[in-house]
């Protein structure tokens, strides 16, 4: 059976009057084109809901996916608990409607990108726990992109940067912490399995997503989308020239937090990477340390072949 045939409505949600739908949602990682793939997304939008489906993305997600792991303490906090175990799940199930499935993107549902960079990936689940209580009672399929390491270390420094001032100290740790014990992303997906045991599990890499983004949309939705325009390459998130870092490294640390991510913005925005001016990806990291990730990925890629399907493989 095809990954295309698993992703079909489940027969409860076929067979039942109140049609209780399927959920299919990506849950990330960050740095592993999820801007693009969000936008392809919502583009096939119409070619979704004319098969009885419904999309939603961070309009509806991100703010429920960040209050998940929010922390408060006395009646405030029992209030909040309570919102996330009722009201929230209630209002992400009202905005879906009446529909035999949804598909859903929203990486924050994980973490967020520092997070990339502890002893695991994403040390704090809670975001998953809040797509549990949504499904109740349906079929909930989870889907991890993931990326090479080297890379999307880097591309997360460059990222972290735009607010952190200590994004470099921290960067170091992460990439030392991976080399060493991080259990990476064969980790993140058992973690995942122990969280929703109930989940069925997928994953697809940002090099065979590179390869052919529509393949790996037709696989999540279920929808041919060969049709659609191709969805042009997030600039806004894209990592700069390696000459950005000094002028970064220059900013005063004191700086407001809006004002320092403008700042880093137009920066960004005056050292692009290109072909005279290189990515910085491929030039932090020593030879030898660069050579030992791009191994550990491919042993890793190999264990969750063995484990979960893939989309965008063939």
Aim: charged content about 25%; overall charge positive.
């Amino acid at each position: 059976m095809s990954d295309v045939a698993k992703l079909q409505p489940s027969a409860a949600s076929r067979g039942s009057a109140r049609l209780v739908p399927d959920w299919r949602v990506h849950v990330g990682a960050h740095k592993t084109a999820t801007t693009h793939f969000q936008r392809l997304l919502a583009d096939a939008g119409p070619l979704v809901t004319d098969r009885g489906g419904a999309v939603l993305l961070e309009e509806t997600l991100r703010g429920p996916a960040r209050s998940a792991r929010r922390d408060r303490s006395g009646l405030e906090g029992l209030r909040h608990r309570l919102r996330l175990r009722l009201r929230t799940p209630a209002r992400l199930r009202a905005a879906a409607g009446d529909c035999r499935f949804v598909v859903a993107s929203e990486e924050d549902i994980l973490g967020y990108v520092p997070h990339l960079l502890q002893s695991d990936f994403y040390p704090d689940l809670r975001g998953i726990d809040l797509l549990r209580r949504t499904a109740r009672g349906a079929r909930l399929d989870l889907f991890v992109s993931i990326r090479r390491y080297d890379t999307l270390l880097t591309s997360a420094l460059f990222e972290m940067l735009k607010a952190l001032p200590d994004a470099r100290a921290r960067w170091e740790e992460g990439v030392a912490g991976l080399l060493a014990e991080c259990s990476g992303w064969p980790g993140l997906m058992a973690r995942l399995e122990r969280r929703a045991p109930e989940a069925r599990l997928h994953f697809w890499s940002l090099e065979s997503y590179s390869r052919d983004p529509a393949a790996v949309l037709n696989e999540f939705i279920g929808v041919d989308v060969s049709d659609l325009p191709p969805a042009p390459p997030p600039s806004r998130t894209r990592a700069p020239a390696l000459s950005a870092l000094d002028e970064v490294a220059a900013l005063d640390p004191s700086l407001p937090s809006a004002e320092r991510m403008e700042r880093v913005r137009a920066i960004y925005k005056r050292h692009p990477a290109g072909p005279e001016a290189p990515s910085a990806v491929s030039a932090l990291l020593a030879p030898a340390d660069a050579t030992a990730l791009a191994d550990r990925y491919a042993e890793d890629v190999a264990v969750l072949r063995a484990r979960y399907p893939e989309l965008g493989a063939a």
